[in-house]
């Protein structure tokens, strides 16, 4: 029933943008903005059992638990960076839509580097050097 609440959130900020996009249009960004936010906190509130169950299965394995932090870490850079583009692109702002989506991309590098040591370092000492 929680995509029922995250629709009509959508559906009744989409009308009030209408309304406000021929007059007021820095009204109709607020709103954007104020929705996208409540959907993403619905998201979150939504996801989360989805991220004890994963965590818990992590756990039961015995992996190391890096490996959950980067995969969360990373999408949480997914979902943050793809929420300011698309603000930024519907306002207008191509150029900084574009360099939110470049912060993320290098975020994910960043955060993803340990796990490329650790395939280097596997990698290695297969080959036998």
Not at 100 to 107: Q, V
């Amino acid at each position: 029933m929680e995509i029922v609440k995250i629709a009509a959130i959508c559906i009744v900020a989409a009308v009030l943008c209408r309304l406000f996009d021929s007059g007021s249009k820095e009204y109709s960004l607020y709103i954007k903005v104020a929705a996208a936010s409540v959907v993403l906190a619905f998201v979150f509130i939504y996801i989360s059992p989805v991220i004890e169950s994963i965590t818990g299965i992590f756990g039961r394995t015995g992996a190391d638990g890096e490996y959950l932090e980067i995969l969360f870490k990373s999408a949480g850079i997914c979902y943050i960076s793809q929420f300011a583009h698309d603000i930024c692109k519907d306002s207008g702002e191509n150029l900084l839509a574009a360099q939110a989506e470049l912060a993320g991309k290098a975020a994910l590098i960043v955060i993803a580097l340990p796990l490329f040591e650790e395939v280097t370092e596997i990698v290695v000492s297969l080959a036998g050097y």
